[in-house]
Each structure stands twice: as C-alpha cells, then as structure tokens.
DNA sequence: ACCTGAACACCGTTCAAGT
DNA sequence: ACCTGAACACCGTTCAAGT
C-alpha cells in the first residue's frame, strides 16, 4: 500500500490546457453535486468537461487527484474567508469571536450545501486512507491562533487539537443540518456556537 | 438510481450456514480493521472466511450488505450499552448523565478502535447515498428519551434533533481523538460531556 | 505539446455446473 | 440445499497512434 500521489501531474502553462483543468475540476464539482458519488467515475467527469479520459489523466494522476483539486479549491474559499472573519474577530469576547466564525462557516458549506457535504465525506476518506494529507491544516492553523488569544478563558491545554476538534463539530453539526434539512442558519450557528463554547469553556471535568 | 437492498438475501436456517453467515460477518471486520477499506473486496472476505464468492452471495445481496449486517452488529452492542447507562444515569442530574453516556460510547468505540472509525465512516457513506436507512436510528430514540427527563434545564425544543446532534458530536470527537491517537478516556470523555453540555444548555443564542 | 479512445486490469456480481 | 469458480460487466488507468 504506497503512497499514491494525487498531486497535479503536472501545471497547466498554456491558456488552453489551463481552461481544460479548470473544466474537468468544475465537471468534478457538478458531477458529485448533481449525481453523487455513486454518478462519479472518470469517463463521466471526462465527457461533462469535453474531453477524453486520456487528456484527464494528463493533468490528474488519478480519480482522487480530482477530489483533492476540488477541495484544494473549496477549502482555500472557506480559509480565506475564515481568515478574514478571524480578523474581525479579534476583538470580540470569545462567544462572539466563535459565533462569527461559525456564520462565515456555515455561510461558505450552505453556498452548495451538496457539494460541500460531499467533500467533506471524501476528505474524511482521504484522511482515512492518510492521515497526514489532511485538507484542513491552514484552517486548523488560524483557529487554533484565534484560540490562543483568548487562553484566559480557555479550560483546554491543547489549542491545536482543541482547533482541530472544534473544526470536527462544526463538520458534523452542518452535515446533519444539511441531512436533516434543517438549515435554518441562525438556529444552526447557534448550536455550532454553544457547543464550541462549551467544549472550551465548560466546566465539566478538565483534564486537557 | 433504484434503491439497492442490503437486508440479508437469506437467513442461514442451518447450523452450518448459520456459522457460514457468521465467518463471513467476523472475515469483514477483521479485514476492514486490519487492512482498511482499500483491502476490503469480497473476494478477500470469502477467502479469509474460507468459502467461495457464490457463497458469499447467496446470503449477502452486495458488498454494502456485508457492511451492513457488521455494522447493526456493532450498534447493537453500543445500544445496550448505552441503554443500560441511561437507565442508571436517570437520577443523575443532566451534566452526570451526559458523562455516563459518553463514557459509555468511548468505552464501546475504544474496544476496536481501527474498526470502529471505518464503520463510522463506513455508515455516513450509506446514509449519504441513502439518508432513511439510518442505523442510529434506534439510539437516537434512547438518548431522546433520555434528554426529555431534562426539559427544564435544556434549552434546545427539537430533543429528536438534539439526540442526532449529539451523536453527531461524539462520534466527530471519537473519531478525531483515534485519528491524533489521543484516546486518553478521561480527557476525551471531558471534550465529549463539555461540547454536548454547552449545545444543550449554553446560553450563547437561542433558537431552535 | 496535447489529444484520442481502444485495450488492459481489477473487482463486484452472476450463473451454469457440481454435490 | 448449498457450494464452486469461471465468465461477464463496469470502471480506473495506460498507451500506441494521431495532430
């Protein structure tokens, strides 16, 4: 079981087989957002992009190279705007700083609540498969940064993993809002809100 | 896209077919635990079950099934577990109960810690591709049943969704801290009793 | 330099033939 | 009644041949 790469086979220079990427990539998207993962299959990306498999597997060494390209894309969306709100952030107390990066969260996830319930189930299989390939690193980053502003009121040691966590929640609870169709987004960033808060804050036996 | 069974095609009636079911139900666990989901193909399952692929079929209508029947397995465990936890957590008040149920989980989840991650994973897959064939759906109910004793202090109306959430919450927890190999127990059962104290009862914005 | 699509490999599933 | 495993179908991936 080697590492198989899923790494770009290599950079598009030209214009034209620019445009071709950026097709089979949002191909990629339309696909696993209109059919599923079960209408996902490489001849079927190929055909919506108008190309050949072949041409596919000259830029993308493999089927999951085109999950990673569309989440590549998807999570630096959501990173920058975490970024931003982060900054804005800075200076609220920590329920407000945590509830504004939930709304720009579930902002981003319920821009194509489909495809991005999809991609958050494959990147979870990625991770499955390799653990340290992980998506969500810079994301995990700048919160656990955020955090760090506020360690006074913080019950947690560990900011990292507590980032890493509080991204795992946020995960969950907007998937099964999503599943549910329960997606009323005050109501939503309210319970992502108070379950953060609590993970952080709580009472509740410390112990890390 | 018609919906696929994965109900058993047949129950084995005989002794002997019964422990042909049983082989290969024990074949897939321990080959999604020891191999992962990339050495998970059926005729690994009918090879380390020491029977034929026909075989495999003619109780199991597809591969989804095999994961199927291990997984009810493995929630009927976690559902008596939790169930006689809920029982005894009901004189606790609601911070108590929730560590009991949690400890619970952990403890279930941490007995085989490899498989029980790729079920998970295993399980949202089949909910994605088919949100109403819901294994949780039994302990869902329990852990409502659970949280109504505890209206008063709760401030959160749809206790059915609460119990989803919860679930939700956990299982992102679990699944984390076996990822980052912290499975300490007590710390981890601390982030679990926190996050769903604070979803239930925090004050941060209410609504739903 | 980029494209094509038939060919190959792998694996899920079936089925004709066995006992 | 239950088993076997070769055959078939589907899809990921490659590669010889084209421009």
Redesign the interface.
């Known amino acids: 079981?080697t590492r198989a790469r899923t790494r770009p086979r290599k950079s598009p220079s030209q214009p034209r087989s620019e445009r071709t990427v950026e097709a089979i990539v949002e191909a990629t998207a339309r696909i696993l957002e209109t059919q599923?993962?079960?209408?996902f299959n490489t001849n079927a990306v190929a055909d919506k992009a108008g190309v050949s498999v072949g041409s596919l597997y000259q830029y993308f060494p493999n089927k999951d190279a085109l999950v990673v390209a569309l989440s590549t894309r998807e999570r630096a969306l959501l990173g920058v705007a975490l970024g931003e709100a982060a900054r804005q952030a800075a200076s609220l107390p920590l329920?407000g700083a945590?509830?504004r990066l939930a709304h720009t969260a579930i902002h981003r996830q319920l821009a194509r609540p489909d495809l991005a319930?999809?991609l958050d189930?494959e990147e979870?299989?990625l991770?499955?498969?390799e653990?340290d390939r992980a998506l969500t690193r810079d994301i995990a980053g700048n919160v656990a940064t955020l955090l760090r502003r506020y360690r006074a009121v913080i019950?947690?040691a560990d900011l990292e993993?507590a980032a890493?966590?509080l991204i795992?929640?946020a995960?969950?609870?907007i998937?099964?809002a999503v599943?549910?169709g329960?997606v009323?987004p005050?109501?939503l960033?309210?319970?992502v809100?108070?379950?953060?808060?609590?993970?952080?804050?709580?009472r509740?036996?410390?112990?890390?």
């Open positions: 079981m599923g993962l079960s209408g329920e945590l509830r319930r999809v189930f979870q299989r991770v499955l498969e653990p019950q947690v993993a890493y966590d795992a929640i995960r969950a609870l998937d099964a599943l549910r329960q009323e005050v109501a960033e309210g319970r809100t108070r379950a953060a808060l609590g993970y952080l804050t709580g509740a036996n410390v112990a890390s």
